[in-house]
């Protein structure tokens, strides 16, 4: 017997029974999760929209970063599973005193740590919106992926790369990169890596970045199963930048010794000392030995918006394929990156699959097939693009531009001012956006002098002055200021510097 949907409902109620075990909705009312009392949800939902934004248009005047009072950590760790409703208002207000003030500061105008976006209140309320309409973002003949194809032709014609590029956005600076490298290997490996996996070769591939790349390169070359090992990181110049002699003599070496070379990782603001290798050089030596040339700008990238500091990118726009980060110099809120890939076959060819329920039947919500599904790993995904498109068209281009700009301005201001602190030295020339220095006083030992730096950033941060980050340059401790934050304004910098002065001051080592 065929029942159609309204003689099933019938069939169901006459019966007044269990129909595949569950009650019928007549002896139990249906529920959903929509709120039961819209008007009550929508007096919430406002708070909650007033709440944020004057929490962001107070930002400056919280430190940092507070330390997790012992009774909220606890509060956040050790609550019983909630089996029975708590009301979304009491959890709410939970959130306002337990959870909202204590981030790890990456918003407020004086945090310069590593290298971390700071979010825009337009790109909050995109993420909202983007929410609300919870679209699935594989691919789907909807306005959504027009969006997504604006927005990544849009980055390819900043990025120099040809109006039929291909692309994808994903959650990060790592993915995209990731993705890239998965391209990189599929091109050049010179076997159906896809059929075959590793086990298709007896010849070990190998990709070349500087020894400075970021952490992601040797996550890939682990994830994709051809080891570590097959990183090889080349030696950087003074200037922190890869050597191309060395690396045209390591590929050379490789070669003799039965390795097959695929790809150069080129760096567009490292992450240490924000240096860009000679991208002109690295895309001519690519050419000539046959290699993919994948670009990690993860931030640096963002600089060919600035007519002043593009030249320092040329040869970006030779890449095969550029990773870059939209959260990170271009402030947008976590997560959104890109990838670019100059060639959408051979990109579409690295991941497409069509199982048979997602056969694109040219017509219906499928038609067109999935394009995004095609062009990485993911299915399901959310509408990152919306943020990006509202936030292009509301400020254009070239406010972005004056920000990033601005911060390397900054920077070299910064740069000018901290070396007046006695003994500050800077330990990497300031290339784009990042200062990296250093307290020396000539009476203690390198050692010693680690330590008194590790001590004074950790006090900085402490103190909530301000939230640099450390790393190590040349075997030593050093204090990082990397200007990507859009709300920072000068004061905020000298607040830093005559605050270091004041600490060791009080330690007396300014003499
Ligand atoms: C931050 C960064 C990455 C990783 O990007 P995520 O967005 O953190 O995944 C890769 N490369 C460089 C140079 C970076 O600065």
Redesign the pocket.
């Known amino acids: 017997m065929r029942l159609d949907w309204i003689q099933w409902k019938r069939y169901a109620k006459s019966k007044k029974t269990l129909i595949f075990g569950m009650t019928d909705s007549v002896s139990h009312p249906e529920e959903s999760l929509d709120p039961a009392d819209w008007e009550a949800f929508r007096a919430l939902a406002h708070r909650m929209v007033d709440d944020s934004l004057d929490h962001l248009k107070t930002l400056g005047e919280r430190a940092p970063w507070t330390p997790l009072p012992p009774v909220v950590r606890a509060a956040l760790t050790s609550e019983p599973l909630p089996r029975s409703p708590q009301s979304a208002d009491r959890a709410y207000e939970e959130f306002l005193t337990n959870v909202l003030p204590y981030t790890n500061g990456n918003r407020h105008p004086r945090f310069w740590g590593w290298?971390q976006g700071n979010g825009t209140p337009l790109g909050m309320m995109a993420d909202m919106l983007a929410a609300g309409m919870n679209a699935h973002c594989a691919g789907l003949d909807q306005a959504p992926k027009l969006v997504e194809l604006q927005v990544i032709s849009w980055l390819a014609e900043l990025m120099g790369f040809p109006n039929d590029s291909s692309g994808i956005l994903v959650s990060?600076?790592?993915?995209a990169?990731v993705l890239g490298l998965a391209v990189a290997r599929h091109a050049r490996a010179g076997f159906n890596v896809r059929e075959l996996g590793m086990q298709g070769t007896q010849e070990k591939l190998t990709v070349y970045a500087s020894a400075e790349v970021?952490s992601?390169a040797q996550k890939a070359v682990e994830l994709f199963g051809m080891g570590n090992s097959s990183l090889r990181r080349v030696p950087v110049d003074a200037d922190f930048r890869i050597r191309i002699d060395a690396l045209r003599e390591m590929i050379a070496a490789d070669r003799v010794a039965g390795c097959k070379p695929i790809c150069v990782i080129g760096?567009t603001?490292?992450?240490n000392s924000g240096a860009t290798d000679d991208l002109d050089a690295l895309a001519d030596l690519c050419a000539k030995e046959k290699l993919w040339f994948h670009i990690?700008g993860?931030?640096?990238a963002l600089a060919r918006l600035v007519p002043s500091l593009a030249p320092a990118l040329k040869g970006i726009e030779r890449a095969d394929s550029l990773a870059f980060?939209l959260?990170?110099w271009m402030y947008l809120p976590y997560e959104v990156?890109c990838v670019l890939v100059r060639d959408r076959k051979i990109h579409e060819a690295t991941f497409s699959v069509t199982p048979s329920y997602l056969t694109d039947e040219g017509r219906g919500v499928i038609a067109g097939g999935l394009p995004f599904a095609d062009r990485g790993v993911e299915l399901t995904r959310n509408f990152k693009a919306l943020k990006v498109w509202l936030s292009l068209k509301a400020e254009g281009v070239d406010k972005f531009a004056r920000v990033i700009e601005q911060n390397v301005l900054q920077a070299r201001r910064f740069a000018e001012r901290i070396v007046k602190v006695p003994n500050v030295v800077l330990s990497a020339p300031v290339s784009l956006n990042v200062v990296c220095f250093r307290v020396a006083p000539p009476s203690l030992s390198p050692e010693q002098q680690d330590a008194l730096n590790k001590e004074l950033l950790l006090r900085i941060q402490e103190t909530g002055l301000a939230i640099p980050s450390g790393s190590k340059i040349a075997g030593r401790y050093i204090i990082r200021v990397a200007c990507s934050n859009h709300r920072s304004r000068w004061e905020d910098y000298e607040a830093l510097a005559s605050g270091i002065e004041a600490l060791l001051m009080a330690g007396g080592l300014t003499r």
């Open positions: 290298i990060g600076g790592t993915m990169n970021h992601w760096t603001g490292t992450v990690d993860a931030f640096g980060d959260h990170k990156a």
